[in-house]
Nanobody, 124 residues
């Protein structure tokens, strides 16, 4: 099985930037679609961004388009989320996830492996 570990969360000021990383175990991660989801208290887990196995296909939630960038380095078994122009409404626990097929899905239920989450808090 695949283990995923997020890092890079923390407290930042509105307008600031933060980069999250998701480290995956196993070389097979390079063949998996993967993505970032987030969950705020009292809300459902929602899409942030997803990326296919090669990095050639990406999708972003409308709320983060133009501000967040997803990428992956398969040689390092790592996926990243670069966040800029952060807003208080971006505050949530951010989770990385992987799907054991190379195509992407925007639905959390389609993902097979999940990290433990990392807290991102944006202050005004």
């Amino acid at each position: 099985q695949v283990q995923l570990v997020e890092s890079g969360g923390g407290l930042v000021q509105a307008g600031g930037s933060l980069r999250l990383a998701c480290a995956a175990s196993g070389r097979t991660f390079s063949f998996y679609a993967a993505g970032w989801f987030r969950q705020a208290p009292g809300k459902e887990r929602e899409l942030v961004s997803v990326i296919n196995w090669s990095g050639g296909t990406t999708y972003y939630a409308d709320s983060v388009k133009g501000r967040f960038t997803i990428s992956r380095d398969n040689a390092k078994n790592t996926m990243y989320l670069q966040m800029s122009s952060l807003k208080p409404e971006d505050t949530a626990v951010y989770y990385c996830a992987a799907q054991k097929v190379p195509i992407v899905s925007v639905l959390p239920r389609d993902y097979d492996y999940w990290g433990q989450g990392t807290q991102v808090t944006v202050s005004s």
